[in-house]
């Protein structure tokens, strides 16, 4: 009921600004106006889950745990909550956003399991480059726009190491792979496993023949 604030960070907008030409003309409209109409955009976005975590820190009840006889008052109850956080919040910044909203002495609260702050942003430079175009060539006709990945990747170990870091896979998701997600079902369909293969094997083809961007770092 009372979630992280909404914010258009620079990588969406940048995002944003990539993708107008291809979208809807109420759309394309409200975009030409970024630069005044952030919240509207926020409040658009926040209103999908798949992309409410590029405008807010997400909040996600997954473990309740209270009781242990149907007849018996619990004496403990403890929840675990999975954030992930928009770049720009901090992982104190969320403790105190719960602190602020829970406002109870008697519940306390712990940080447990892997708890890391969100990863540096890094401008596209030449290895988005590379990705994109071998993007276009497993599935031609897409449009390719930077972004932000609403997880935990291997790319936090690699800020002092690459000028460029890009958490990409070359598959295409409907709504149903969407909502199977770390859920049930979860799956890749036989297309997009051909995809994956197909992009890989031009990547390595090219790093073989030409080698890497000399700036770039890239997670496939």
Wanted: proline share 8%; net charge positive.
């Amino acid at each position: 009921d009372h979630p992280m604030p909404l914010r258009l960070t620079p990588v969406i907008a940048d995002m944003l600004a990539r993708l107008r030409h291809v979208m809807p003309g109420p759309r394309r409209r409200l975009l030409a106006l970024a630069s005044i109409a952030g919240p509207a955009i926020t409040r658009v976005m926040a209103a999908q889950p798949q992309t409410e975590a590029m405008v807010r820190t997400t909040t996600a009840p997954t473990v309740i745990r209270g009781g242990v006889r149907a007849n018996v008052l619990p004496q403990r109850a403890e929840a675990m909550v999975n954030f992930r956080i928009l770049p720009g919040d901090s992982v104190s910044s969320v403790l105190e956003h719960c602190r602020k909203v829970v406002r109870d002495k008697a519940i306390e609260f712990e940080l447990i399991g892997m708890s890391s702050e969100p990863s540096r942003i890094t401008g596209p430079g030449p290895g988005f480059e590379l990705i994109a175009g071998l993007a276009r060539a497993v599935v031609p006709g897409i449009a390719v726009t930077t972004g932000i990945v609403p997880g935990a990747t291997d790319s936090r170990h690699y800020d002092d190491l690459a000028g460029t870091r890009c958490n990409f896979a070359p598959i295409v998701l409907d709504q149903r792979d969407l909502a199977s997600i770390h859920g049930t079902d979860e799956r890749l369909s036989r297309v997009n496993y051909a995809r994956l293969i197909e992009f890989n094997r031009r990547l390595i083809e090219h790093f073989a023949t030409v080698g890497a961007p000399s700036t770039a770092g890239a997670e496939a």
